[in-house]
């Protein structure tokens, strides 16, 4: 899976993990911010991606992910220690 | 300075909303089944009383849900019933709003299953302690409502919402607030939990695939309770205020009166539960001899229920074999920490109605339990006076004393 596959999956786990109060578009440079997210709200996102990407979240190194593209690149990083 | 009851929600094994419950209670349904929430093929025992077709997503927002254990979502699901049944707490200050919450084993099912990832050595939820905390429920119901006074949480293991419900009768009676949403709620069907209580012998394992005739208080035979999940909750307030915006008075919470056994940390003691029912009555000033009907603690174990009879019998002495008892516990099972707040409905329903549920599975009573069990169908009775019984393990008693809205001046 190359990384705009994943960029793709990400984008639709998030559009429907995430309810909207108002419609925006969602795209790789999406902010968690701007979709209404709170930190804890994020921590419980990266926690159920982990599961559905196969991939561990370095908890101290949770706050540099801020966007939606930030989680597809952690995956892309990642994916290949988390499969081993 | 009377306290009544405005508003009631239930969420039961017996169905989502006053309507079916009472309905299905006064049939002598059995709302004990197969457990359907987990795979408890290799455990035992494999029944309890759950809540069918609980759609949390037709109460609640999707966000709130990811944010909330299932004894919230149960909670909250009952609140609004509750509130709605009140017509609404808009004439109410936010600060003088309270809301009092029982739950004996909190959000257990979060951290059952936060346990088991972190045991396989994977991270636990982010969410785990929020929804895992006993107060949870109370601080869902508090920022749905916009309950800005005191917002307390009761854990005395299975008379928890009793000693909610009596404590917010007395936090209206020092005037420290107008209204409370009161109750309690509890959602632990769960694999570990019941494996605990199995441990413990605590649980009915004979009855495996007869669900419906497990829970059978009073009855020869029986062999421990059956474990069950739901919530009840009321809305309480002054009554002068209630009359003002043209309330409807479903009854009033005339006692409350709470004891400890002080003796064992799970046998019951009959002493300290008649001492707890004996403290009701004086609280609310009501003679002993004009209670009509008693929702029983009942839980279907070999002990409690004769101890619960001795104790009826020590609290009322003559009088015990004029009154009726019932035990809604032989139509849903135990729902701990919400059992008081849905006996309580049943006997509010009960002084409303002027009828009482059944005591199903009772066709061959224990001899040593020899009270008026209203024994398989339900009967009618004008009830002016019912008491809620509920005694937790630590030897942690509650009993609440309701009247009919006008029955306190002729009593």
């Known amino acids: ?84 | 300075m009377r306290v009544v009851v405005t508003g009631m929600g239930i969420v039961s094994p017996l169905g989502i909303g006053l309507e079916p419950f009472w309905r299905n209670a006064l049939a002598g349904a059995n709302g004990v089944r197969r457990i359907a929430s987990f795979d408890a093929s290799a455990q035992r025992p494999r029944i309890a009383g759950e809540v069918p077709d609980f759609d949390p997503g037709r109460y609640l927002p999707s966000k709130q849900l990811d944010q909330m254990d299932r004894f919230s979502q149960l909670a909250l699901t009952a609140a609004a019933e509750a509130v709605a049944s009140a017509g609404g707490l808009s004439g109410y200050q936010p600060q003088r709003l309270g809301v009092c919450i029982g739950t004996g084993m909190g959000g257990y099912g979060s951290f059952e299953a936060s346990a088991a990832r972190h045991f396989r050595g994977l991270v636990p939820a982010p969410l785990t302690v929020p929804r895992a905390m006993a107060n949870a429920a109370g601080a869902w119901i508090a920022s749905t409502y916009h309950c800005t006074g005191p917002n307390l949480t009761f854990s005395t293991a299975c008379s928890s919402s009793g000693h909610a419900i009596g404590s917010a009768l007395q936090l209206l009676r020092a005037g420290q607030v107008d209204a409370v949403i009161a109750g309690g709620a509890e959602a632990c069907v769960l694999p570990m939990t019941m494996a605990g209580f199995h441990a413990l012998r605590a649980l009915s394992t004979a009855h495996d695939d007869h669900p419906a005739g497990a829970s059978r208080p009073f009855a020869k035979g029986r062999d421990g309770f059956v474990m069950a999940e739901g919530a009840g909750l009321l809305v309480l307030e002054m009554a002068e205020r209630a009359a003002e915006r043209g309330a409807t008075i479903y009854a009033v919470l005339a006692g409350y009166g709470a004891s400890c056994d002080a003796s064992h940390i799970v046998a019951p003691d009959s002493a300290g539960q008649a001492a707890a029912m004996a403290a009701a009555a004086a609280d609310a000033a009501i003679a002993p001899r004009a209670i009509d009907y008693i929702n029983a603690h009942a839980t279907s174990t070999p002990l409690g229920d004769i101890v619960e009879t001795r104790a009826i019998k020590t609290f009322l002495g003559a009088h015990a074999g004029e009154v009726a008892v019932s035990a809604t516990k032989s139509l849903l099972g135990h729902t701990i920490g919400a059992a008081a707040a849905i006996g309580s409905i049943a006997a509010i329903m009960s002084l409303r109605h002027s009828v009482m549920h059944p005591t199903v599975n009772l066709e061959e009573p224990d001899p040593e339990c020899d009270l008026d069990y209203v024994a398989g169908t339900a009967r009618k009775r004008h009830i002016r006076v019912a008491l809620c019984n509920a005694f937790g393990f630590g030897g942690n008693n509650a009993c609440l004393l309701y009247t009919r809205p006008e029955a306190l001046e002729d009593i």
């Open chain 1, 1 to 84: 899976m190359n990384y705009a596959d994943i960029e793709a999956n990400v984008i639709a786990f998030i559009k429907r993990r995430v309810p909207l109060d108002k419609p925006l578009e969602i795209t790789a440079t999406t902010g968690f911010q701007e979709m209404g997210l709170d930190s804890l709200d994020v921590a419980q996102l990266l926690f159920e991606a982990e599961d559905a990407f196969g991939v561990s979240f370095d908890l101290e190194k949770a706050s540099d992910i801020t966007c939606i593209g930030d989680i597809a690149g952690y995956i892309v990083r990642t994916r290949p220690r988390a499969t081993a």
